[in-house]
């Protein structure tokens, strides 16, 4: 079983950037894919990026972060990044972690077991 909290959010104006963390625990987290989702008021939960497990090989980017975002993890700090660059004011939202348990990180919402509790990111114009 994995645990997970997200820190880093924040206020930053148009331009700028943030890294979120998403600290896991668990001895196994190396086995879990991991992606970083957000939510923003009246919408849908969306996938923004995904690593795979171990050595992370294989990521994911949505297609409105592609170039902006990076996503990383640290097997021995059980934690995944996002760093974020060039932030927009409709990068506005909350953004999860998740966690599910395999190689390949989902794209949908549905097929991730754990969730962190979220952290609030607003992009001022």
């Known amino acids: 079983q994995v645990q997970t909290a997200e820190s880093g959010g924040g206020l930053v104006q148009a331009g700028g950037s943030l890294r979120l963390s998403c600290a896991a625990s668990g001895r196994t987290f190396a086995t879990y894919a991991m992606s970083w989702f957000r939510q923003a008021p009246g919408k849908e939960r969306e996938l923004v990026a995904g690593i795979s497990w171990t050595s992370g090989t294989n990521t994911y980017y949505a297609d409105s972060v592609k170039g902006r975002f990076t996503i990383s993890r640290d097997n021995a700090k059980n934690t995944v990044y996002l760093q974020m660059t060039g932030l927009k004011p409709e990068d506005t939202a909350v953004y999860y972690c998740?966690?599910?348990?395999?190689?390949?990180?989902?794209?949908?919402?549905?097929?991730?077991?754990?969730w962190g509790q979220g952290t609030q990111v607003t992009v001022s114009s």
């Open positions: 998740a966690a599910r348990y395999g190689r390949q990180a989902p794209t949908t919402k549905e097929e991730y077991d754990y």
